[in-house]
């Protein structure tokens, strides 16, 4: 059993028999054979964990070491990524809410009237607040995360048109980019890890960002720097969680806002990107189906789905 407080009612830290593909794209590792294929490493790693006051063998178990190991290929910087989130987690009281039921982009300003009143409604601490004041400049459909299927990854929709980069950067300082990207991941993060535990497969998320209708007067420098920052950061303390970000029908000058990315942006988080055109190109499409379905796929992107993004609905553990 594990005492994440997002697994309270599960008995089992990892499903013991992973489930079975849910499509014939669904390639994910079992749990159980990637901790019993890294056992020596996992164990090496944890021996300098344990004496870390921050260390709870119920909490920081092979599954949570594994992903340091995965992402860093070795034990030396595997143990300073972990030490980092260990003391990163403390730092931010991430270990004490479960923030599911809020995805970002419902996350609302206090006194907003349309804000939910329930057990799990949002904290409105300072750094949550900075959440809603940042979404709040955007239009409703700019970042909706969401989760389509409870047995597979988080999948976010990004529409860079539906922002405003330079109001962005004029009217917010860059702790409002580090505090956006923290929620995003924390919340990201909990419906991975338990997806990964309950179903017994190492489960990602990944991103749609729709690049059609762009323009380059649109994006801002400051904005896409912050942003690298931001991601960076987040890539250290949230390893094996983004498995790829798809770029969807990419205009021709996005490749000078690239080589910006490229120079702020880790090599390894610069590799997980991908420009398809699911529209038009069916192949394309399919490398979508290893994460979300035709059915739930939206039809902007080739899909079934009618239902604009914004007003899907997160299910209840």
Not at 36 to 55: C, N, Q, R, T
Not at 222 to 228: F, K, L, N, Q
Not at 279 to 286: F, G, I, Q, S, V
């Amino acid at each position: 059993m594990t005492s994440w407080i997002w697994m309270k009612g599960i008995d089992a830290a990892i499903a013991e028999k992973p489930i079975d593909p849910v499509c014939p794209e669904d390639h994910r590792p079992a749990v159980a054979d990637l901790i019993k294929k890294h056992s020596e490493k996992i164990a090496k790693i944890k021996g300098v964990l344990e004496d870390d006051p921050l260390y709870n063998p119920t909490k920081h178990d092979d599954l949570w070491i594994l992903r340091f190991w995965l992402s860093h290929k070795k034990s030396k910087t595997a143990i300073a990524a972990a030490k980092h989130t260990l003391e990163f987690r403390d730092k931010h009281k991430l270990d004490e809410k479960d923030i599911r039921s809020v995805p970002p982009h419902q996350v609302k300003l206090k006194g907003d009237n349309n804000s939910n009143n329930n057990d799990n409604e949002q904290d409105d601490d300072m750094h949550t607040q900075k959440v809603a004041e940042f979404m709040s400049k955007w239009k409703r459909d700019a970042m909706v995360l969401t989760l389509p299927d409870k047995e597979r990854g988080v999948v976010g929709f990004i529409r860079i048109k539906s922002m405003d980069h330079h109001k962005l950067v004029a009217e917010m300082s860059e702790d409002y980019w580090l505090d956006i990207y923290l929620y995003i991941s924390e919340w990201a993060h909990q419906w991975l890890d338990y997806v990964t535990r309950t179903t017994g497969r190492l489960t990602k998320s990944i991103r749609i960002v729709d690049g059609s209708g762009l323009s380059i007067r649109m994006f801002n420098r400051e904005c896409s720097m912050r942003d690298g920052r931001a991601m960076a950061l987040m890539e250290d303390c949230y390893p094996q969680s983004l498995e790829v970000v798809y770029l969807c029908d990419p205009p021709a000058f996005i490749k000078a806002v690239w080589k910006i990315l490229t120079l702020v942006v880790p090599k390894r988080v610069m590799e997980k990107f991908d420009m398809i055109n699911p529209t038009k190109n069916e192949k394309e499409r399919e490398h979508l189906y290893r994460h979300i379905s035709n059915d739930n796929l939206p039809v902007e992107y080739g899909g079934k789905n009618k239902v604009a993004v914004e007003d899907w609905s997160v299910p209840v553990a």
